[in-house]
Structures are given as C-alpha cells and as structure tokens.
T-cell receptor
Framework: SQKIEQNSEALNIQEGKTATLTCNYT??????LQWYRQDPGRGPVFLLL?????KEKRKERLKVTFDTTLKQSLFHITASQPADSATYLC?????????????FGQGTTLQVKP | NAGVTQTPKFQVLKTGQSMTLQCAQD?????MYWYRQDPGMGLRLIYY???????DKGEVPNGYNVSRLNKREFSLRLESAAPSQTSVYFC??????????????FGPGTRLTVT
C-alpha cells in the first residue's frame, strides 16, 4: 500500500531563516502532490500543488520541489515569520485515477521563534 | 461564500448512541470527502463522493455510513458510536476530480468524543 512520511518531530527555527520540510513516499508514483497548512483547531488550508512533470513550484515565500526519482518533495518557506508557525501536511494524489482522493502524511509542526 | 460548513462543532456521545455529522458547501463543487484526524495518524479518508449520487469507501469506512443528499450536502452517520470513533472529523470538497481544481477545501471540523 501507499506510504507517505513526514518528519514527526517539530521543526524549530529562528525568524528570518529558511524552513525546509520533507515529504517522502513509497510504493507508487502520484500524478501530483499537494501541501496544506493547518492551524490548531482548524481545518487544513491548501497552499501549493505540484505535478509529476514539474520540478519546482513557487508562490510568494513558498517553494515546493518534487523529485519522482527520490520519491520526495521538499517544502521551503523563506524569510520565515512567527506567523508561519503551524502544522504542514503533505498529500499525494491517490492511485485510483480521477477521484480527487488524497493520501495525507501525518504532518510536521513548524515553530518560528522571534 | 461560506465555503465548507460543518455541524455540530463539538459533540459528546455515549457508547452505542447514533448521530449524523452534517457538511455543506456553497462552491458548486462536484466531489466531497469525509476524513478523521487522530494524533500522530494524519488525515484518513472515511468515505467520499466523486459526484452527486455516488459514494465510495475510503481507507477507514467501518462503523460509518454516508449520504450525498444533493450536490451541496454530504452527511456522515455513526449508527452505534464506539470510543474508537473519538476523533476530529473534517469534511472537504473539490471543484472537480479532473485535471483542474484538485485542491481540497476543508470545513472547520467536528470534535467528537465517545464515552
């Protein structure tokens, strides 16, 4: 079965630094991968989608890479701010064709200290 | 637009009781999903509805039923609640499952405790 892993340990960084979060997956090749942000007590919010034929995607201070050979995605937040503190979820498109189903990782909590 | 709404926000049930979690979206989305989120487990798909009139099982469907009442509404029913169903439940929707519009929009969640 498909397996997706994110670093379960919290990531603590200093304000202004670049945060890098990792998402690794096994057993199949997703057509696309998404990243979501989740704040405590709230539902996840979509951030970025990257397709299997794209190496990199950017949106403002966010950058996502997708290496289908390594089966890994990296999520970068540059010039991080305390407001970026949240849990970030990686999600892969399910293998069952066009159902829109996603398989989520367990998330990595980012804490940005001022 | 309200986006995706869920009711209730909080619920406490006794073992064996039943209840229905309600979800509605006003974005004219085609596909809807129910997830549960437990500490350290991430979001797990319970059921989904790719389009109005269809429903399918996800990863953890046992103990649940769903109804896609119309394009807007997708409800989740617990027929006989068990403590293992204590969780936070999220509903989500997407515009289409085709090439575009695959980002999921989530509701605020329902926090369910079964004693």
């Amino acid at each position: 079965s498909q397996k997706i892993e994110q670093n379960s340990e919290a990531l603590n960084i200093q304000e202004g630094k670049t945060a890098t979060l990792t998402c690794n997956y096994t057993n199949y090749s997703p057509a696309y991968l998404q990243w979501y942000r989740q704040d405590p007590g709230r539902g996840p919010v979509f951030l970025l989608l990257i397709r299997e034929n794209e190496k990199e995607k950017r949106k403002e201070r966010l950058k996502v890479t997708f290496d289908t050979t390594l089966k890994q995605s990296l999520f970068h937040i540059t010039a991080s701010q305390p407001a970026d503190s949240a849990t970030y979820l990686c999600a892969l498109a399910g293998p069952e064709g066009n159902t829109g189903k996603l398989i989520f990782g367990q998330g990595t909590t980012l804490q940005v200290k001022p | 637009n309200a986006g995706v709404t869920q009711t209730p926000k909080f619920q406490v049930l006794k073992t064996g009781q039943s209840m229905t979690l309600q979800c509605a979206q006003d974005m004219n989305h085609n596909s809807m999903y129910w997830y549960r989120q437990d500490p350290g487990m991430g979001l797990r798909l319970i059921y989904y509805s790719a389009s109005e009139g269809t429903t399918d099982k996800g990863e953890v469907p046992n103990g649940y039923n769903v109804s896609r009442l119309n394009k807007r509404e997708f409800s989740l029913r617990l027929e006989s609640a068990a403590p293992s169903q204590t969780s936070v439940y999220f509903c989500a929707s997407i515009l289409t499952s085709l090439d575009r519009g695959r980002e999921q929009y989530f509701g605020p969640g329902t926090r369910l405790t079964v004693t």
